[in-house]
């Protein structure tokens, strides 16, 4: 049996990574706050990778942070009685790290990176509405994970076919 002490420190760390360590109450639009935070976080990681190792890093990063935030996004929205509570901001940073992958690190592909996810994160277009009717902290994370999709892909085919 988990005693009512563990429960409150699962929950504590639940809260720290659902909210990415407080910037889900940064005002105003914390959504917008913690992809910012993230891209300077990847601009500064990137730095210390060789050559060669940014994509792959990229793209476990993403699939860990996708991974690792669906338990503690379920717990806060439970927690919270919130179906999507606005303060949960680990879906951005999963999702804008996903959009962050093969992108050159020059400002302009950062801030095109940026601009692209949360611009589909906000518009949502089709199926992105559907994934946010999934359970939970599944649905919580996938919508935004789409949206990371979608912008990857922009950005790609922007860097490769007209950047050139």
Do not use: C, N
Not at 30 to 45: C, E, I, R, Y
Not at 60 to 76: D, E, H, R
């Amino acid at each position: 049996m988990v005693s009512p002490a563990e429960t409150a420190r699962r929950s504590r760390l639940s809260w720290l990574i659902a909210t990415f360590f407080g910037v889900g109450f940064v005002p105003p639009g914390p959504g917008t706050w913690a992809s910012a935070v993230t891209v300077v976080l990847w601009w500064a990681a990137s730095h210390w990778l060789q050559t060669g190792w940014q994509v792959p890093a990229a793209v476990l990063i993403s699939v860990a942070i996708t991974i690792i935030g669906i338990p503690p996004s379920t717990v806060v929205a439970r927690e919270s009685e919130r179906k999507d509570p606005g303060f949960v901001v680990i879906d951005e940073v999963a999702g804008q790290m996903i959009a962050l992958i093969g992108v050159p690190l020059s400002w302009k592909y950062l801030l095109a990176s940026f601009i692209l996810f949360r611009s589909f994160d906000i518009v949502k277009p089709f199926p992105l509405r559907r994934l946010e009717k999934l359970p939970e902290g599944t649905g919580i994370m996938m919508d935004d994970v789409g949206a990371g999709l979608y912008a990857l892909a922009l950005l790609q085919m922007w860097i490769h076919f007209i950047a050139r």
